[in-house]
């Protein structure tokens, strides 16, 4: 069983303040992972993707790797209020669909 | 822009009734779509693999004969809520992904369908 782990929150964080959003999952075999944003009542948009350990860079946005750990994470600079939304990590392994969990919800505070 | 197209974005209908769902991928092919859906504050549960040109996989605990999915083109996806009833009403929600022989690129997602069945 594939599991994807997030703290659910709300996390809440000052607008301006860095937001970090953190996941674990399972399957060792996952390849590619990605980050998602899903507002109340509307379906997930993209946000960044990474495949190898180590920091990926995105405008505000930054997703770190460690395979080993098995561990994901998306920082979030400068946090605004339109970024309050729920979070939605997404490992992939090969053709597979994307097992989500629960998502963590931001709340940024202006 | 969007990649994927769903609709309709809202739909109410009767109990007992059929509801059907279109999700068409945007300037690519699609061999495999896959379909969500989502209950009030809980996460995204995939509910079948759609295959172009086959029968759709289906996750445990998902009625094939309930939700039909048929996907007829490279494009084109549907699924069909048969025989509805109020607790199938949910967030319905089409994905794909624009490279389908790289496995690690990303499934975009349409609207979703909200429906409602009274």
């Known amino acids: 069983q594939k599991e994807v782990e997030q703290n659910s929150g709300p996390l809440s964080v000052p607008e301006g303040a860095i937001a970090s959003l953190n996941c674990t999952y399972s399957?060792?075999?996952?390849?590619?992972f990605f980050w998602y944003r899903q507002y109340s009542g509307k379906s997930p948009e993209l946000i960044m993707f990474?495949?190898?350990?180590g920091d990926k860079e995105d405008g505000r946005f930054t997703a770190q790797l460690n395979k080993a750990s098995q561990y994901v994470s998306l920082l979030i600079r400068d946090s605004q209020p339109s970024d309050s939304a729920t979070y939605l990590c997404?490992?992939?392994?090969?053709?597979?669909?994307?097992?989500f969990g629960k998502g963590t919800r931001l709340s940024v505070i202006a | 822009g969007a990649v994927v197209s769903q609709h309709p974005s809202r739909v109410i209908c009767k109990s007992g009734t059929s509801v059907k769902i279109e999700c068409r991928s945007l300037?690519?092919?699609?061999?495999?779509m896959f379909w969500y859906r989502q209950f009030p504050k809980q996460s995204l549960m995939l509910m079948a693999t759609?295959?172009?040109?086959?029968?759709?996989?289906?996750e445990q605990g998902v009625e094939k004969d309930k939700f039909l999915i048929n996907h007829a083109s490279l494009t084109l996806s549907t699924l069909t809520v048969t025989s509805a009833h109020p607790e199938d009403s949910s967030f319905y929600i089409c994905?794909?992904?624009?490279?389908?022989?790289?496995?690690?690129?990303?499934?975009?997602f349409g609207n979703g369908t909200r429906l409602t069945v009274t």
């Open positions: 997404a490992p992939r392994a090969g053709n597979t669909p994307l097992v």
């Open positions: 994905s794909a992904s624009r490279a389908n022989r790289d496995y690690n690129s990303p499934l975009h």
């Open positions: 990474i495949y190898s350990n």
């Open positions: 759609s295959n172009e040109g086959s029968k759709a996989t289906y």
């Open positions: 399957d060792r075999g996952s390849q590619s």
């Open positions: 300037d690519f092919q699609a061999t495999t």
